[in-house]
């Protein structure tokens, strides 16, 4: 069954200073809807997944993506991960596009791309399946291996890993050094120390390289066969291989990733390592769940590289012609102006967003406004609405803005160039191009004409952050006590009706499970100091609902151990617990916050309220 997100959802926000385009909503809600099949996958064959990296990161801060994040990563620990792919393969052969060394010779990553496509596609009924998103879109899936026991087992893996390591460097380098001389020279004495390198390593591992398939994508799959090789009742540690090879204390416990629990984010759960804690921090470090301002990164948005500026560009100039303001040769007459094209394509405006429609008004504005030295032609792809073009599902609002700007430039009599063909007519009638890369721009050049690339990103740069943050400062510092739940009022004002100070106590179900006995004297401790200072310190006392992970997997004794806890602390009456309040309403009754990592004390961090991450150890 398909995902029901609100129309709300697929809406541009500004989160944390940056702005996600309705274009990457409707991205985000294709990756959540293949995640929900995966997942389902995953739970019938009694697979763990987990969220990892950025998502992980998300997950736990957020409660949803990093908003400069554009793609979901997962991991899988050692068999799991082999059995996932298998599943895949044999199972969905023509349901998911299933990328890594083994399906695909020219893949050359040492993780599993899987997409929900094998091409982009604007035809009507596959933007309804997946939420308006017409690219290919789907999560990284990381392995995670064990790693042995034996120091000497251990260093023969890593040694292994750095010779192949050495010789797709070696290969890269071949490669190189054959396009730049136009021939591959077997006699070379790079190529000669390659070809003996492979013979020795196929002779220790067994592996045989062929001539069928490119020696780097075979390299990568000898390199899983590598880290695969420790079975689980060999090792105490799990690691990525590739990391852990340059950073020895890249190595968790295997009970980091024994269980995972679910966590929300943004409209479906995801599941998370029961050692989140210990991960996030070996990753991100010990501050990583406080909030803070970036820029898109790794090419964002990913589907930049997925169109180009002739993808729409057929449909757009047949639709183009049909306009009544046309240029022509009797268009230049001898009136001395500058005249000069600007070209803007609908491939920029689903990659820019708002920023392309900014620099675009911008740019026309100055221009009409300019001492008439200069006269402007716009050549813009016009809107498809058809059914195997239907942008109106991608991004409705932001193409009603540009259908709009169109609209208004026509009614103020600016003149539209069609699209044509035959690009060298061009540079007859025009003296200048305005606009983003591609055939025109290089013709232009060609010709020694004037070459102005738009910077469509420049619009905005400063104005996001210090919206978010007024939006963020002004959120709910000053709470009013009357839209307090009537049942926490009376712990909060005390019996000489003046409010107390409100601490708010955040604990961590994956915390709990992760230190077990150690994390309920923790909390057995902090309880007792709250209650020391009641006389002017409300704890609120907000945790995941632990009973909700009672599946047959946790020690009962001690979740039975959680919860006697919270029935002694309500019998003692010094304080509120809360399972189901919102986040921000959490944040907005508290004067301070303490407590495991989670997205509550991130709200807290958002309200400038005063936080402390617990350490278990410390009571």
Same mark, same amino acid.
């Given at each position: 069954?398909?995902?029901?997100?609100?129309?709300?959802?697929?809406?541009?926000?500004?989160?944390?200073?940056? +702005?996600?385009?309705?274009?990457?909503?409707?991205?985000?809600?294709?990756?959540?809807?293949?995640?929900?099949?995966?997942?389902?996958?995953?739970?019938?064959?009694?697979?763990?997944?987990?969220?990892?990296?950025?998502?992980?990161?998300?997950?736990?801060?957020?409660? @949803?993506?990093?908003?400069?994040?554009?793609?979901?990563?997962?991991?899988?620990?050692?068999?799991?991960?082999?059995?996932?792919?298998?599943?895949?393969? $044999?199972?969905?052969?023509?349901?998911? #596009?299933?990328? $890594?060394?083994? +399906?695909?010779?020219?893949?050359?990553?040492?993780?599993?791309?899987?997409?929900?496509?094998?091409?982009?596609?604007?035809?009507?009924?596959?933007?309804?399946?997946?939420?308006?998103?017409?690219?290919?879109? @789907?999560?990284?899936?990381?392995?995670?291996?064990?790693?042995?026991?034996?120091?000497?087992?251990?260093?023969?893996?890593?040694?292994?890993?750095?010779?192949?390591?050495?010789?797709?460097?070696?290969?890269?380098?071949?490669?190189?050094?054959?396009?730049?001389?136009?021939?591959?020279?077997?006699?070379?004495?790079?190529? =000669?120390?390659?070809?003996?390198?492979?013979?020795?390593?196929?002779?220790? +591992?067994?592996?045989?390289?062929?001539?069928?398939?490119?020696?780097?994508?075979?390299?990568?799959?000898?390199?899983?066969?590598?880290?695969?090789?420790?079975?689980?009742?060999?090792?105490?540690?799990?690691?990525?291989?590739?990391?852990?090879?340059?950073?020895?204390?890249?190595?968790?416990?295997?009970?980091?990733? =024994?269980?995972?629990?679910?966590?929300?984010?943004?409209?479906?759960?995801?599941?998370?390592?029961?050692?989140?804690?210990?991960?996030?921090?070996?990753?991100?470090?010990?501050?990583?769940?406080?909030?803070?301002?970036?820029?898109?990164?790794?090419?964002?948005?990913?589907?930049?590289?997925?169109?180009?500026?002739?993808?729409?560009?057929?449909?757009?100039?047949?639709?183009?012609?049909?306009?009544?303001?046309?240029?022509?040769?009797?268009?230049?007459?001898?009136?001395?102006?500058?005249?000069?094209?600007?070209?803007?394509?609908?491939?920029?405006?689903?990659?820019?967003?708002?920023?392309?429609?900014?620099?675009?008004?911008?740019?026309?504005?100055?221009?009409?406004?300019? $001492?008439?030295? =200069?006269?402007?032609?716009?050549?813009?792809?016009?809107?498809?609405?058809?059914?195997?073009?239907?942008?109106?599902?991608?991004?409705?609002?932001?193409?009603?803005?540009?259908?709009?700007?169109?609209?208004?430039?026509?009614?103020?009599?600016?003149?539209?160039?069609?699209?044509?063909?035959?690009?060298?007519?061009?540079?007859?009638?025009?003296?200048?191009?305005?606009? @983003?890369?591609?055939?025109?721009?290089?013709?232009?050049?060609?010709?020694?004409?004037?070459? #102005?690339?738009?910077?469509?990103?420049?619009?905005?740069?400063?104005?996001?952050?210090?919206?978010?943050?007024? =939006? +963020?400062?002004?959120?709910?510092?000053?709470?009013?006590?009357?839209?307090?739940?009537?049942?926490?009022?009376?712990?909060?004002?005390?019996?000489?009706?003046?409010?107390?100070?409100?601490?708010?106590?955040?604990?961590?179900?994956?915390?709990?499970?992760?230190?077990?006995?150690?994390?309920?004297?923790?909390?057995?401790?902090?309880?007792?100091?709250?209650?020391?200072?009641?006389?002017?310190?409300?704890?609120?006392?907000?945790?995941?609902?632990?009973? @909700?992970?009672?599946?047959?997997?946790?020690?009962?004794?001690?979740?039975?151990?959680?919860?006697?806890?919270?029935?002694?602390?309500?019998?003692?009456?010094?304080?509120?617990?809360?399972?189901?309040?919102?986040?921000?309403?959490?944040?907005?009754?508290?004067?301070?916050?303490?407590?495991?990592?989670?997205?509550?004390?991130?709200?807290?961090?958002?309200?400038?309220?005063?936080?402390?991450?617990? #350490?278990?150890?410390?009571?």
């Amino acid at each position: 069954m398909q995902i029901s997100f609100p129309e709300k959802y697929y809406e541009k926000e500004i989160r944390r200073g940056f +702005t996600v385009s309705e274009v990457m909503k409707r991205s985000w809600a294709a990756d959540q809807e293949i995640l929900t099949e995966l997942r389902e996958i995953c739970m019938k064959h009694s697979l763990r997944m987990f969220a990892c990296y950025g998502t992980l990161l998300g997950a736990i801060r957020e409660h @949803g993506y990093i908003p400069w994040d554009d793609d979901i990563d997962i991991g899988l620990v050692g068999g799991d991960y082999v059995r996932f792919l298998e599943i895949l393969s $044999n199972e969905y052969p023509e349901r998911f #596009n299933i990328l $890594n060394p083994y +399906t695909r010779p020219w893949y050359k990553m040492n993780f599993t791309h899987i997409t929900n496509s094998r091409s982009v596609s604007f035809d009507r009924e596959y933007l309804e399946k997946w939420h308006g998103c017409p690219f290919m879109t @789907g999560p990284d899936v990381y392995p995670y291996y064990y790693l042995p026991r034996n120091p000497n087992e251990e260093a023969y893996i890593l040694e292994m890993l750095s010779r192949i390591d050495e010789l797709i460097a070696m290969n890269r380098q071949s490669m190189t050094c054959s396009e730049q001389y136009g021939s591959f020279d077997a006699g070379s004495r790079l190529n =000669e120390t390659i070809a003996v390198k492979l013979v020795e390593l196929q002779h220790e +591992t067994g592996y045989t390289f062929t001539a069928d398939r490119p020696l780097d994508n075979q390299l990568e799959i000898l390199y899983d066969q590598v880290c695969r090789v420790t079975e689980e009742a060999d090792a105490d540690y799990v690691v990525r291989y590739d990391e852990y090879t340059k950073d020895r204390t890249k190595k968790f416990l295997k009970k980091t990733f =024994e269980y995972t629990i679910d966590v929300s984010f943004e409209h479906i759960t995801m599941p998370v390592p029961i050692g989140y804690d210990e991960i996030l921090r070996a990753r991100f470090g010990d501050s990583y769940i406080r909030p803070c301002q970036e820029r898109g990164a790794h090419d964002y948005p990913y589907y930049r590289k997925q169109l180009d500026e002739s993808f729409f560009q057929e449909k757009a100039s047949m639709q183009a012609d049909r306009t009544k303001h046309q240029v022509s040769a009797r268009d230049k007459d001898n009136d001395g102006k500058h005249r000069v094209l600007l070209r803007t394509t609908l491939w920029e405006l689903l990659i820019y967003g708002d920023d392309f429609l900014g620099s675009i008004k911008d740019f026309i504005n100055a221009t009409v406004q300019d $001492n008439g030295q =200069e006269e402007l032609w716009w050549m813009p792809d016009m809107v498809l609405k058809t059914d195997d073009m239907a942008l109106d599902l991608v991004a409705p609002t932001l193409i009603g803005e540009y259908e709009t700007m169109i609209h208004s430039y026509i009614d103020a009599s600016g003149k539209i160039c069609g699209f044509t063909p035959d690009i060298e007519v061009l540079t007859d009638l025009f003296e200048a191009y305005y606009g @983003g890369e591609g055939e025109i721009a290089e013709c232009f050049r060609s010709k020694g004409l004037e070459v #102005n690339i738009l910077d469509y990103c420049a619009i905005g740069k400063d104005s996001d952050q210090s919206e978010v943050l007024s =939006e +963020t400062d002004s959120g709910m510092q000053a709470y009013d006590i009357d839209s307090i739940p009537e049942a926490w009022q009376k712990q909060i004002m005390g019996e000489d009706k003046k409010r107390k100070k409100v601490v708010l106590y955040v604990t961590s179900a994956s915390v709990l499970f992760q230190h077990g006995k150690e994390m309920l004297a923790k909390i057995e401790s902090v309880l007792n100091t709250f209650e020391e200072k009641k006389d002017e310190v409300v704890p609120l006392w907000h945790s995941d609902p632990v009973i @909700g992970q009672d599946n047959g997997i946790f020690d009962v004794e001690l979740i039975r151990g959680y919860y006697d806890l919270v029935r002694k602390f309500s019998e003692r009456d010094f304080g509120i617990y809360d399972e189901d309040a919102d986040i921000r309403t959490l944040a907005g009754i508290a004067d301070a916050a303490y407590g495991d990592p989670d997205q509550v004390l991130t709200a807290c961090m958002d309200m400038k309220k005063p936080v402390m991450i617990q #350490n278990v150890s410390i009571i």
